[in-house]
Nanobody
Framework: HVQLVESGGASVQAGGSLRLSCVAS????????MGWFRQIPDKEREGVAG???????SYADSVKGRFTVSQDSAKNTVYLQMNSLKPEDTAAYYC??????????????????WGQGTQVTVS
């Protein structure tokens, strides 16, 4: 099955930008529904963005217009470009994957493969 490793998390000022990367190994991302979740301690995980093998994307209302999810099949990598960051975007961000013909909604229990997470702090 696929293994996921995120990177790119950092501390930034409000209004700034970051790009998170998720490198997949063990399988090709083209076979998977890919996505990004985030979690603040003691709160539920929140689906942020999803991308299907055909490039179709979906976003949480809280990030629409600010975040962009993309993928590079040649690098087997998924990205999350985050612009106009706000303090409320502070969280651990996780890359997720599910092998399915029809991508499920961005609900944590629908995605069995998770990376280790990368911390984003906005002040």
């Amino acid at each position: 099955h696929v293994q996921l490793v995120e990177s790119g998390g950092a501390s930034v000022q409000a209004g700034g930008s970051l790009r998170l990367s998720c490198v997949a190994s063990g399988d090709t991302i083209g076979r998977y529904c890919m996505g990004w979740f985030r979690q603040i301690p003691d709160k539920e995980r929140e689906g942020v963005a999803g991308i299907e093998s055909d490039g179709s994307t979906s976003y949480a209302d809280s990030v629409k217009g600010r975040f962009t999810v993309s993928q590079d099949s040649a690098k087997n990598t998924v990205y999350l470009q985050m612009n106009s960051l706000k303090p409320e975007d502070t969280a651990a961000y996780y890359c997720v994957a599910e092998r399915a013909l029809v991508c499920p909604p961005l609900e944590p229990d629908r995605y069995p493969y998770w990376g280790q997470g990368t911390q984003v702090t906005v002040s």
